[in-house]
């Protein structure tokens, strides 16, 4: 690999650390591990090519385009939690990987069937990503931090909204969401 090719990759995987919390491939390899899957049947239940799937690893490629697959992902990761604290059983999360790979994506605000707590509210984190993969769904990070900038004289707590959830790591946005609960 080339200066130029290592460079994009390396704003590959910051961009991708900005977007979802993490660079993809060490994402990607915490749920191959934590599932038992291969990354063909990763790629499958995602929804992606397999050689999608490798390109978003490498650094290749950054941003997810679809959000329907942003949304299995997170599916996918409170799956692997739900599976590391024992409250799921491998054979009940290879069902649910079978419902997650036909799920069309949807909001976590509307659809909670197992997107949620005890108390049967969405979890924070859940909500956090929910909002982070809106906003990073329709600007990168970059417009983002710019409209922030922009706000940020008249409305400095809508420029605030936006850098968290649009361009900060998912515990920053848990901590802000929390802080203005009531």
């Given at each position: 690999?080339?200066?130029?090719?290592?460079?994009?990759?390396?704003?590959?995987?910051?961009?991708?650390?900005?977007?979802?919390?993490?660079?993809?491939?060490?994402?990607?390899?915490?749920?191959?591990?934590?599932?038992?899957?291969?990354?063909?049947?990763?790629?499958?239940?995602?929804?992606?090519?397999?050689?999608?799937?490798?390109?978003?690893?490498?650094?290749?490629?950054?941003?997810?385009?679809?959000?329907?697959?942003?949304?299995?992902?997170?599916?996918?990761?409170?799956?692997?939690?739900?599976?590391?604290?024992?409250?799921?059983?491998?054979?009940?999360?290879?069902?649910?990987?079978?419902?997650?790979?036909?799920?069309?994506?949807?909001?976590?605000?509307?659809?909670?069937?197992?997107?949620?707590?005890?108390?049967?509210?969405?979890?924070?984190?859940?909500?956090v990503?929910?909002?982070?993969?809106?906003l990073?769904?329709?600007?990168?990070?970059?417009?983002?931090?710019?409209?922030?900038?922009?706000?940020?004289?008249?409305?400095?707590?809508?420029?605030?909204?936006?850098?968290?959830?649009?361009?900060?790591?998912?515990?920053?946005?848990?901590?802000?969401?929390?802080?203005?609960?009531?």
């Amino acid at each position: 690999m080339d200066a130029a090719q290592q460079e994009a990759t390396a704003r590959a995987r910051e961009l991708q650390r900005n977007w979802y919390g993490e660079p993809l491939g060490a994402l990607f390899r915490k749920l191959i591990d934590d599932l038992g899957l291969n990354q063909a049947r990763l790629a499958a239940v995602l929804g992606l090519s397999a050689p999608m799937l490798s390109q978003l690893m490498s650094g290749q490629r950054a941003k997810i385009g679809n959000p329907a697959v942003v949304q299995r992902v997170q599916l996918l990761q409170e799956l692997a939690a739900q599976v590391a604290d024992g409250s799921v059983s491998a054979a009940e999360a290879t069902e649910r990987m079978d419902e997650i790979r036909k799920s069309q994506g949807g909001s976590v605000l509307s659809n909670t069937t197992h997107t949620t707590s005890g108390s049967g509210a969405p979890t924070v984190k859940r909500v956090v990503r929910e909002i982070q993969s809106l906003l990073r769904s329709v600007a990168a990070a970059g417009d983002i931090i710019d409209a922030a900038d922009t706000l940020a004289v008249s409305h400095p707590e809508l420029a605030e909204f936006l850098r968290v959830y649009g361009a900060g790591r998912t515990s920053d946005a848990v901590a802000h969401y929390q802080s203005h609960q009531s």
